[in-house]
């Protein structure tokens, strides 16, 4: 069974930067696909970032040239740098764990970002 534990959230005004972290332990498979989601009150789960083993990163429009991904393969780690936060930006971001070789999902608990003035 693998935990993952977010961090990092908070308020932040309109324009502000937030870095969310999340770490991963208890996997005894490799890490595959990491991910950053979050979801706003009303609104469905919805993708925010991804970043493979590999490297390989993907961003929706929404998010593109603002949040940036990265991992920490040493540490079971993921990043979500944010950069230039819209009240629309607001929501609970989840992490995601995705474990070879079963492709078996994992989901963080969530931490609150508020994009506020």
């Known amino acids: 069974q693998v935990q993952l534990v977010e961090s990092g959230g908070g308020l932040v005004q309109p324009g502000g930067s937030l870095r969310l972290s999340c770490e991963a332990s208890?996997?005894?498979?490799?890490?595959?696909?990491m991910a950053w989601y979050r979801q706003a009150p009303g609104n469905q789960r919805e993708l925010v970032a991804s970043?493979?083993?590999?490297?390989?990163?993907y961003y929706p429009d929404s998010v593109k040239g603002r949040f940036t991904i990265s991992r920490d393969n040493a540490k079971n780690a993921v990043y979500l740098q944010m950069e230039s936060l819209k009240p629309e930006d607001t929501a609970v971001y989840y992490c995601?764990?995705?474990?070879?070789?079963?492709?078996?999902?994992?989901w963080g608990q969530g931490t609150q970002v508020t994009v506020s003035s």
């Open positions: 995601l764990a995705e474990t070879l070789p079963y492709h078996m999902n994992y």
């Open positions: 208890g996997s005894r498979g490799s890490l595959y696909l």
């Open positions: 970043i493979v083993n590999t490297g390989n990163t």
